[in-house]
């Protein structure tokens, strides 16, 4: 009997949105089902990925071009297929990851302009197809999110931009979201900690069917 592929599910949200404290619950919750679950990052999660996210999120490399800055992204997360998500998924593994593509056409498409179609060919290439079942997208307006990451030390090479940059990203992440509604759950993510973590157990209820 062939094994079934594992479930992928990314999360994504603008700066502070509240990600890493949702995948610590989301981690605990799927593990206490009895289900094999790797998790990831983006950029990152590899040796060479991790290489790539200190470049990438450097202050130092303020001069990146954002064409640079995408094909960078999108090298990371190639290797990330290759290397660790497809085969985790192969073996039956649930991977929950920390951004993914969506995250390209938010910060590099909508945020710096880079054309969607020229995103969506190189997703095409380098994702080989791999899309997640299930997209946590955590929205929160601007202000409130840079309030929550301000105090944390230096921003990074990213965080340095203007609002408009993440009212751009927001909208960009909106508009993913509203296109693709049967892939995609929106979370009020400025709900408290344990009300953010509910919704997104709801959401994965559906993912759980048969396997677990
Ligand atoms: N990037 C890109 O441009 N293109 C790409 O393709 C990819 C990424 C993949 C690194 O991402 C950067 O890379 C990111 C996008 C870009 N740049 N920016 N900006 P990252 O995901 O590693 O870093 P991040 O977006 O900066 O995440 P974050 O700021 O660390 O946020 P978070 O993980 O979503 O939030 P958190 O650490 O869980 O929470 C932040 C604070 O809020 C913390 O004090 C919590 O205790 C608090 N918090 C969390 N939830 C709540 C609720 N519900 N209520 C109140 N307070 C809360």
Redesign the pocket.
Known sequence: MSMARGKFIS?E???????????AGLYEHVVARGVPLLQL????GTDLGEAI?AI??DPAQRGMSAEA??LL??A??AQLVRERLAPALANGQWVLC???????????GS?RGQPLERIAELESWACAGLKPDLTLL?DLPVAT?RA??AG?GEA?R??V?ADAF?ER?RAGYRARAAAEPQRFHVID?????E??LRDAIAALSRLFGASA
């Open positions: 999360l949200g603008g700066e502070g949105a509240g990600k890493s404290t949702l995948l990052r983006e950029p990152g996210r990438v999120l800055e995408l992204m999108f990371s997360r920390d951004r993914f593509a969506d995250a390209s056409y938010a910060y590099q945020g955590l999110g929550r990451a944390r990074d990213i965080e931009e993440f990203v993510a400025s709900q408290p900690p009300a953010v």
